[in-house]
């Protein structure tokens, strides 16, 4: 669109061939925000249905937030897919009624969410598996995840603990055995929390989501409080220099996403990554 150039937020050259230069993908939690407009990112007046493209020249992979909140049906999918540029892949959050609102329903569900992400075809990078804060490592956690990493077999998987009892051993070793990958997580260092980790458990992909490091919005239920964060460059490097490097080593591929959507902060502080990454390769 020709007014992408007066917008100095948005850069003119291609995404895809900057992230390439690091073997790996960065992006932003969702992308379809009307404060985006208003905090510059996206030109003035630009209307969700414009979003997708204009995002994507900016990055090479976006998060799908929508399917966490309603199930993926494969029409709608199929028409995002026809619209977006080639290079643009897509990760998926798996539909909370499988993971935070669960009931007798669920392994059906499982099937029709399958059938709704199918036409993201080769184009899907994974699957989210996003588990809420109190889901702990109990006995009946444990079997119906592993339910639900069965269900989900034959998909590039990726799991986000949220409670810190699952950051053990034997946890780390059952996701390497079914080739799952163990999601990185940024967020306030807050108790009971999952820590931040290294490790990669599935050698084809590694996923990683910043959260922003607010600890008073975290406790809060207000998801603009929660998500109000503002990455520094030397967070970043430092985080960079601490946890990406080691991953990088261990892993093919990687995704990262900023989910600090709050004034367009995720996409400012994901081109930042980008900008570090590209410097490293560079160098």
């Known amino acids: 669109m020709s007014r992408l150039s007066d917008n100095v937020n948005l850069p003119t050259d291609s995404a895809a061939d900057r992230q390439k230069a690091c073997g790996i993908a960065v992006g932003t939690s969702g ?16 209307r969700t249905a414009e979003m997708l493209s204009l995002y994507a020249r900016c990055f090479s992979i976006v998060e799908l937030n929508y399917t966490w909140y309603q199930m993926a049906r494969a029409e709608a999918i199929a028409r995002m897919v026809d619209k977006a540029p080639a290079h643009l892949q897509f990760a998926a959050k798996l539909t909370r009624t499988m993971t935070h ?4 329903g669920w ?11 199918a036409p993201l075809g080769d184009r899907l990078a994974a699957v989210l598996v996003q588990l809420p ?24 998987v990726a799991v986000e603990f949220r409670h810190v009892s699952w950051a053990v051993d034997p946890v780390f070793a059952e996701l390497e055995r079914r080739g799952v990958t163990l999601v990185t997580v940024d967020e306030p260092a807050l108790p009971g929390l999952f820590p931040a980790l290294d490790i990669v458990t599935n050698p084809a992909l590694f996923y990683v989501r910043f959260h922003g490091r607010n600890s008073i919005g975290w406790q809060s239920s207000n998801m603009q409080k929660k998500f109000d964060y503002d990455y520094s460059l030397e967070e970043l490097r430092q985080w960079h220099d601490t946890f990406l490097k080691k991953m990088v080593a261990r892993a093919d591929r990687g995704v990262i ?6 004034r367009a902060q995720a996409p400012k502080n994901a081109k930042m990554l980008t900008g570090l990454l590209v410097g490293e390769t560079a160098a």
């Not at 392994?107 to 992400?117: K, P, S, W």
């Open 107 to 117: 392994r059906e569900q499982l099937q029709l969410y399958r059938q709704g992400i």
């Open 257 to 262: 996403f900023f989910n600090n959507h709050v």
């Open 31 to 46: 992308y379809s925000y009307t404060e985006w407009v208003d905090s510059g990112f996206y030109p003035p007046g630009t």
């Open 101 to 104: 609102e669960r009931d007798d």
């Open 133 to 156: 804060p109190d889901y702990d490592r109990s006995t009946e956690n444990r079997r119906h995840l592993a339910l639900l990493l069965d269900g989900l077999h034959g998909l590039p």
